[in-house]
């Protein structure tokens, strides 16, 4: 019969999870930052790729605080992020369009991430490893801040460029389809340069 787990067991396997996803993320990041064509969502892959770097730093810190082998066990959670993400590297979408879908992977692994870590420093401070719990705090606090800031990019720019690209202004002469009132089965169509004035 296998032995019954604990929480510290738990914890353990949940920072091998986490050490793994950080390990797979230094391998996709640059990728994603060399697809990006704002410079300001590229900059931001390259921040957040130096801090995953110190996050497996501290992780590692982490696991020595423990007496425990700093070694990863595959996420797969994370794995599966990254594989939906490699479709629009590879896709033929439009430079913004991509920048977009580019943010919304992001948003998906600082997500999981989040998740992740939020885990970690709340059993970590319910077994009292409060010095693990802070460390694993700065790290999750990384994560939120990436979090911010690619909702900032999104929200300020790339998300209306990438919408104004699916569905451009109308030619002004142009005819538009008006709905009409519900007792009315017919439309009626009218310029939009009429409409407008």
């Not at 640059?30 to 957040?48: Q, V």
């Not at 794995?79 to 629009?88: R, S």
């Not at 002469?173 to 310029?191: H, M, Q, T, Y």
Request: net charge negative; hydrophobic share 40%; proline share 3%.
């Amino acid at each position: 019969m296998a032995e019954t787990w604990t929480l510290r067991d738990a914890f353990i396997e949940e920072l091998r999870d986490a050490y793994d996803a950080e390990m797979q993320l230094t391998k996709i990041l640059p990728k994603m930052a060399k697809a990006a064509t704002s410079p300001g969502l590229r900059a931001l892959f390259e921040k957040h790729l130096d801090e995953t770097r110190g996050q497996l730093v501290r992780l590692e810190q982490v696991f020595e605080s423990l007496s425990e082998r700093a070694r990863g066990k595959h996420c797969d959670g994370i794995a599966g992020i990254i594989d939906e993400g490699k479709a629009v590297l590879q896709g033929n979408l439009d430079k913004v369009t991509r920048d977009a879908c580019l943010i919304a992977g992001g948003k998906r692994v600082e997500h999981y991430e989040m998740a992740v870590y939020a885990t970690l420093v709340s059993w970590a401070r319910a077994m009292s490893f409060n010095e693990v719990a802070d460390f694993l705090q700065q790290t999750l606090d990384e994560e939120r801040a990436a979090d911010l800031a690619l909702t900032a990019l999104a929200e300020h720019g790339i998300n209306q460029g990438a919408a104004d690209a699916a569905y451009p202004e109308p030619d002004t002469e142009a005819e538009i389809e008006v709905p009409v009132s519900r007792g009315n089965k017919a439309s009626k169509r009218r310029s939009a340069a009429a409409r407008v004035s």
